[in-house]
């Protein structure tokens, strides 16, 4: 091995249905042919963000391999905050919201090759309420389907869609919303508002066909309505952004206080419900290799 390039590998062995032993087993033939020194780091749910910090400090690598979700992203970027290292993404969690977006392959055989030694791109984070986003939050219906999905056993894209049809027939009342942005002060009832850094959800949906990830800036995109028409033409891509139904506000920063609490969730996780909602973006907070453009 060439002791002088490491690469850290960190892997979430529970989340997603990959089988994270095969994507061991890649990685570390990959590398080996590389002639890389791996160090593997599994992560546990507890103090998985220090003990990442610590390997870093100790091995100071080149790069560091992310096999997992959002979830797992998000905590590697945050232990390894404000240092100058390359993340390279191994889709392997039930939420990929950022490597859908980033339009990564399905294969892992083309992913290890991203991973490894394609260039990267400085990506923006949100900040909410102290929390930090990578790519899309929301309050209203689609955080109160994610609550739905939590709690249900079917998983994958399938429990997605079952768990829509169930969260548009049981919607309550739209909610209403004072939101202070670009020196506006906009009041309006929603079933629905987007903070979005990016373009898509995990499940391939575009909700916000402004997004670009590296740009200072994230959108408020507000659905004032949310039935299975509007969803239908949502999930086909035809967004109607010249009807009323839905508003994009493009900002750096802003604030959102509602009448009642609102369901929310963070990058596919559901985050309880919220009244006040405090936003605003973190520019260049983490290098992603990604796949080339043409």
């Known amino acids: 091995m060439d002791a002088t390039k490491k690469y850290l590998f960190v892997v979430n062995p529970i989340s997603g249905d990959l089988d994270k032993a095969e994507i061991l087993a890649a990685v570390q033939a990959f590398a080996e042919t590389e002639k890389i020194s791996l160090v593997t780091y599994e992560t546990t749910g507890e103090n998985d963000e220090k003990g990442i910090a610590e390997l870093y400090e100790k ?20 232990a390894v905050e404000h240092q100058d290292v390359i993340l390279g993404i191994l889709p392997a969690g039930s939420a990929n919201g950022l490597s859908v977006d980033l339009n990564f392959p399905t294969a892992l055989d083309e992913n290890l090759q991203i991973a490894f030694h394609n260039d990267a791109m400085e990506l923006d984070m949100v900040c909410i309420n102290g929390e930090k986003s990578l790519h899309l939050a929301d309050i209203g219906l689609n955080a109160n389907l994610v609550k739905n999905y939590e709690q249900s056993t079917v998983r994958g894209k399938i429990g997605y869609a079952l768990q829509s049809i169930a969260t548009l027939q049981e919607q309550n009342e739209p909610f209403e919303a ?36 590296d740009d200072g800036k994230f959108e408020i995109v507000i659905l004032k309505t949310f039935d299975l028409v509007l969803f239908g033409k949502i999930v086909t891509g035809n967004m109607p952004l010249d009807t009323g139904e839905v508003e ?11 009448k009642v609490p609102v369901h929310f969730q963070i990058d596919g996780e559901y985050a309880g419900e919220e009244t006040a909602l405090d936003i605003f973006v973190l520019p260049k907070q983490m290098k992603v290799a990604v796949p080339k453009t043409d």
């Open 59 to 78: 091995h100071k690598p080149q790069r560091i391999l992310i096999a997992g979700g959002d979830g797992t992203i998000k905590i590697v970027a945050q």
């Open 248 to 258: 994009i506000y493009s900002t750096d920063k802003a604030k959102v206080v509602t």
């Open 178 to 213: 004072t939101i202070e942005v670009n020196g506006e002060t906009i009041m309006t009832e929603a079933r629905m508002i987007v903070f979005a850094n990016s373009q898509k959800y995990g499940t391939g949906v575009t909700i916000n066909p402004l997004g670009k990830m």
